[in-house]
Antibody, heavy 118, light 111 residues
Framework: QVQLVESGGGLVKPGGSLRLSCAAS????????MSWIRQAPGKGLEWVSY????????YYADSVKGRFTISRDNAKNSLYLQMNSLRAEDTAVYYC???????????WGQGTLVTVSS | QSALTQPPSASGSPGQSVTISCTGT?????????VSWYQQHPGKAPKLMIYEVSKRPSGVPDRFSGSKSGNTASLTVSGLQAEDEADYYCSSYAGSTTLYVFGTGTKVTVL
C-alpha cells in the first residue's frame, strides 16, 4: 500500500536551517508529482511547494520562495525540503503529499512538526 | 493569493445533509475545474474526498458529493454519520504563479 513517511522535523532557532525528508513506498515514485503542504498549530492548510515527477518543474508559495528548496531522488524514492532562514511563522506540521492539486493530493504522510523558536 | 473562504462551522443531525461552501475568484475556483476537498480528523493527516470538482476517489462513500457554480464550490455530505465529524478543506488550482490555494476550513459537527 502507498506509504509516505516524513522525518527531519524538530526545534530550530530563527534564522536556522532544517532538511525534511519523505520516504515513499508502495507505488512507482518516479511517476508522480509531489508536494509539501504545511499546517500551523490550530490553523488551516497551506500549500508550500511542488515538484514534477522528473524534478524539472518546481514551484513555491510566495511565503517560502527564496528560502526553501524542494528536491527529489527517484532512485531513493525520496522527497526533500531544505528550509533556510527559518522564521517563527514557519512553525507547522509539514506533510508530503502525492500528486498535484489539479487532480487532488491523493496520499499524505503523517506529518513532521517544525518549531521555530528561540 | 488569499485563502478560499469557507464557513467556520456547519452541523447536522445523523441522517441529515450538510453542505459546505468554498468561495474563491475567477483566478482559482471559477477559472478551473480543479477543486478538491479534504477531510481531516483531529491529529490526523488530511484525506482526499473529492477531486476535479465532483469526482470521488475509490473508497470514498457516495454520500460525499461535490459541485461548482461560478466562483463557489460546494461539498455535500448526505446521510450524516458520526464519523463524518471532522474539519473539511477545499483546495483549488490557482494558475501558474500561485499554483494551489486552500480554503479556510470548516468544522462539521454531527449533533
Amino acid at each position: 500500500q502507498v506509504q509516505l513517511v516524513e522525518s527531519g522535523g524538530g526545534l530550530v532557532k530563527p534564522g536556522g536551517s532544517l532538511r525534511l525528508s519523505c520516504a515513499a513506498s508502495g507505488f512507482t515514485f518516479s511517476d508522480y508529482y509531489m508536494s509539501w503542504i504545511r499546517q500551523a498549530p490550530g490553523k488551516g492548510l497551506e500549500w508550500v511547494s511542488y515538484i514534477s515527477s522528473s524534478g524539472s518543474t518546481i514551484y513555491y508559495a510566495d511565503s517560502v520562495k527564496g528560502r526553501f528548496t524542494i528536491s527529489r531522488d527517484n532512485a531513493k524514492n525520496s522527497l526533500y525540503l531544505q528550509m533556510n532562514s527559518l522564521r517563527a511563522e514557519d512553525t507547522a506540521v509539514y506533510y508530503c503529499a502525492r500528486g498535484s492539486g489539479s487532480a487532488g493530493f491523493d496520499y499524505w504522510g503523517q506529518g513532521t512538526l517544525v518549531t521555530v523558536s528561540s | 493569493q488569499s485563502a478560499l473562504t469557507q464557513p467556520p462551522s456547519a452541523s447536522g443531525s445523523p441522517g441529515q445533509s450538510v453542505t459546505i461552501s468554498c468561495t474563491g475568484t475567477s483566478s482559482d475556483v471559477g477559472g478551473y475545474n480543479y477543486v478538491s476537498w479534504y477531510q481531516q480528523h483531529p491529529g490526523k493527516a488530511p484525506k482526499l474526498m473529492i477531486y476535479e470538482v465532483s469526482k470521488r476517489p475509490s473508497g470514498v462513500p457516495d454520500r460525499f458529493s461535490g459541485s461548482k457554480s461560478g466562483n463557489t464550490a460546494s461539498l455535500t455530505v448526505s446521510g450524516l454519520q458520526a464519523e463524518d465529524e471532522a474539519d473539511y478543506y477545499c483546495s483549488s488550482y490557482a494558475g501558474s504563479t500561485t499554483l494551489y490555494v486552500f480554503g479556510t476550513g470548516t468544522k462539521v459537527t454531527v449533533l
